[in-house]
Antibody, heavy 118, light 108 residues
C-alpha cells in the first residue's frame, strides 16, 4: 500500500530553520517525481518544490534560495530544509507524489503544520 | 502567469447535480485535474485528465472542459461530498503547476 508520512513541523521563530521529513512506503521515491505542496491557514494550495527522479529540483519563487529539497534513497525518505523562515511560510506542508504523465498529484501525505511566529 | 478562477462557493441539495467551474485562458487545451479536500484532511485526487479514475472515486464524479471553462460535475450529491474542491493544470508556457483558488461545496 502506498503511503507518505510527514514529520518535523512545529513552532519556529522568524529567521529560524526547520527540516521536514517524508517517509514513503509502497514505492521507491527515486523512481518518481516528488513534491512538497503547502496550504496556509484558510487558503488554497501552493506547489513549493519538486525533486525529479533524476535528482534535479524546482522551487517556487517564494522559497527559492531559502528551501532545499533532498532525498535519501537508502531510507526512501524526502527532506525539505527550510531556512530563514518567515511568517508567510506558516502552512500545512504536504508531501505528494506526482504522476508520470499529465503532472497531477496522485498521492498525498497527511501533512505537517509549520507555524512561524515570535 | 496563468490564472485559474473558481467560484468561492457552490450550494446544492442532496440528490441534485453540482457543477463547479474553473476558468482559465484556453483551459480546454490543457489537462485539468480536480482534488477534493474535506475539513482537516489532505487533498484527494478525484478526477485526472486522460487517466484511469482514481481508486475509490465513484462514477458520480466527472470532469469536462471546453474553451475557457473546465467543470467538475458531481451527480446525485450526498452529504459526504461536502468539501473544498480545487482544479489544477500544468501550464506549459511557464512550466508551472497552477491551482485554482478552491470552491467550497455546501450540501443543503
Amino acid at each position: 500500500e502506498m503511503q507518505l508520512v510527514e514529520s518535523g513541523g512545529g513552532l519556529i521563530q522568524p529567521g529560524g530553520s526547520l527540516r521536514l521529513s517524508c517517509v514513503a512506503s509502497g514505492f521507491t521515491v527515486s523512481n518518481r517525481n516528488m513534491t512538497w505542496v503547502r496550504q496556509a491557514p484558510g487558503k488554497g494550495l501552493e506547489l513549493v518544490s519538486i525533486i525529479y527522479s533524476g535528482g534535479t529540483t524546482y522551487y517556487a519563487d517564494s522559497v527559492k534560495g531559502r528551501f532545499t529539497f533532498s532525498r535519501d534513497d537508502s531510507k526512501n525518505t524526502l527532506y525539505l530544509q527550510m531556512n530563514s523562515l518567515r511568517a508567510e511560510d506558516t502552512a500545512v506542508y504536504y508531501c505528494a507524489r506526482m504522476s508520470r504523465l499529465r503532472a497531477y498529484f496522485e498521492y498525498w501525505g497527511q501533512g505537517t503544520l509549520v507555524t512561524v511566529s515570535s | 502567469s496563468y490564472v485559474l478562477t473558481q467560484p468561492p462557493s457552490v450550494s446544492v441539495a442532496p440528490g441534485k447535480t453540482a457543477r463547479i467551474t474553473c476558468e482559465g485562458n484556453n483551459i480546454g487545451t490543457k489537462s485539468v485535474h480536480w482534488y477534493q479536500q474535506e475539513p482537516g484532511q489532505a487533498p484527494v485526487l478525484v478526477i485526472c485528465h486522460d487517466c484511469d479514475r482514481p481508486s475509490g472515486i465513484p462514477e458520480r464524479f466527472s470532469g469536462s472542459s471546453s474553451g475557457n471553462t473546465a467543470t467538475l460535475t458531481i451527480s446525485r450529491v450526498e452529504a459526504g461530498d461536502e468539501a473544498d474542491y480545487y482544479c489544477q493544470v500544468w501550464d506549459s508556457s511557464s512550466d508551472r503547476v497552477v491551482f485554482g483558488g478552491g470552491t467550497k461545496l455546501a450540501v443543503l
